[in-house]
């Protein structure tokens, strides 16, 4: 059955490009709702965003949805993915500006607060988007792919000069719960020679040595050190789930990134809505609906985080 949070939990922080204060609460929503964006500084007419793929404006730095008013809100990707992954389908986001925060730059924090809260089954059947026959895009050597499979599994490779980082690769189902314990607590990350060069153009005005993992090279520059040694994909596979939450319904595929941003996820949506031959929606009985994100997710695995 379609689900929602038990009650609101909000959220406070930075936003990362602006710097400026930012306040995400989630609440409650009604069955066939999805989940939907509202800008509560301005007027109730033009501050709903629902948070769909056709509805995203593409930046290369984070996910941006904007509604036919051209209002926005930005740096969506890690409350999305927090909430597909505690297996949440309907919920109202109120933010009071243009940027969700970035809080540690994981989801764990959202995570934490949405169990908190507790998830409320609905009587509404819940539906699945079930992928048929495959479908890639790519840009330059970055591509993105959907093919079948009955659950919804992840995999990503990247390479970057930084030996920090590397060469990375994983693969993981994200049934049973696997994105709390896998993914969720996975930082952002970024270049320091990026972060320099974003500084001088105005954006991560917000960002910390504690909201994201910064390297140079050899060296990992963030107090601490990271999280899991291969971190950096592990937030990458994180990022995916959360703009693949933007087709509106938990999706069964297989999905592989190599070198993919959000950009590059987006177009995937869009060539899958393209092709109706490709997908098909359906109604989930009780196996499917154990085999998607956040199906049996324990408040006793949510990872602690320093």
């Known amino acids: 059955m379609q689900t929602t949070v038990q009650s609101s ?5 930075v936003g990362l490009h602006s710097g ?6 989630i609440l409650p929503a009604e069955p066939g709702q999805g989940i939907v964006f509202r800008r509560s500084d301005l007027a109730p007419a033009q501050a709903d965003i629902p948070a769909l793929w056709d509805n995203v404006n593409q930046s290369p730095l984070c996910t941006r949805l904007e ?15 927090a909430l597909i992954g505690c297996g949440i389908h309907n919920a109202t986001i109120e933010i009071d500006g243009p940027e969700v925060p970035i809080l540690d730059g994981s989801s764990a924090m959202f995570v934490r607060g949405i169990l908190s809260r507790g998830v409320r089954r609905t009587d509404a059947p819940l539906r699945a988007l079930r992928i048929l026959h495959p479908v890639e895009v790519t840009r330059g050597s970055a591509r993105a792919r959907l093919t079948p499979h009955d659950t919804l ?6 390479e970057f000069e930084d030996a920090a980082i590397g060469t990375q690769k994983k693969s993981l189902n994200m049934s049973n719960g696997s994105f709390v314990r896998e993914l969720s607590t996975s930082r952002t990350f970024c270049r320091k020679a990026d972060v320099d060069m974003m500084r001088a153009n105005g954006l991560a005005l917000g960002g910390t040595l504690e909201n994201a993992v910064v390297v140079d090279g050899e060296q990992v520059l963030s107090p601490g050190g990271l999280r899991h040694a291969d971190e950096a994909v592990r937030h990458k596979m994180l990022d995916a789930v959360g703009d693949l939450a933007l087709a509106g319904l938990p999706i069964l595929g297989h999905y592989h990134g190599l070198r993919a941003g959000h950009a590059l996820t987006n177009d995937l949506l869009r060539a899958v809505f393209a092709q109706p031959e490709c997908y098909e929606i359906v109604e989930c009985d009780d196996q499917m609906a154990a085999r998607l994100p956040g199906a049996d997710v324990h408040w006793d695995e949510v990872p602690e985080v320093a």
Do not use: K
Request: with cysteine.
């Open 67 to 81: 509604n036919a008013h051209g209002v926005s809100v930005s740096t969506v990707e890690h409350i999305m993915a």
């Open 20 to 25: 400026h204060p930012a306040c995400a609460t």
């Open 153 to 158: 599994l992840i995999e990503f490779a990247i």
């Open 9 to 13: 939990v909000a959220f406070q922080g």
